[in-house]
């Protein structure tokens, strides 16, 4: 298991955009297929956006297609998130994690979910 910190999340108005950062001090970061994660109060944790270990191939949820990006370094051993077009329903606390195969939306059972960032989009 690779050890992430996410970061970047805040208080932004509709429409406007954020930035997420998903950082490992894991050499082995470059191994690891990554996703974004997002879970709302009373809600189930939802996939949001999955990268090859490449970066050279990504999918996304369709509620968020079209607004956000999903990309990664792995010599600075980081991921981002990068939404625009922000609603209050992306209103969550965005979460990093490995995924075991390419379009898989889970880490797997019994995955370590770290804090996360707080992502709060007002009206």
């Known amino acids: 298991q690779v050890q992430l910190e996410e970061s970047g999340g805040g208080l932004v108005q509709a429409g406007g955009s954020l930035r997420l950062s998903c950082t490992s001090s894991?050499?082995?970061?470059?191994?690891?297929?990554m996703g974004w994660f997002r879970q709302a109060p009373g809600k189930e944790r939802e996939f949001v956006a999955g990268?090859?270990?490449?970066?050279?191939?990504?999918y996304y949820a369709d509620s968020v297609k079209g607004r956000f990006t999903i990309s990664r370094d792995n010599i600075q051993n980081t991921m981002w998130l990068q939404m625009t077009s922000l609603k209050p329903a992306d209103s969550a606390v965005y979460y990093c994690?490995?995924?075991?195969?390419?379009?898989?939306?889970?880490?797997?059972?019994?995955?370590?979910w770290g804090q996360g960032t707080q992502v709060t989009v007002s009206s």
């Open positions: 994690n490995t995924l075991p195969y390419y379009g898989a939306e889970s880490p797997g059972r019994n995955a370590f």
């Open positions: 894991d050499r082995t970061f470059g191994s690891y297929l």
């Open positions: 990268i090859s270990v490449g970066g050279s191939t990504i």
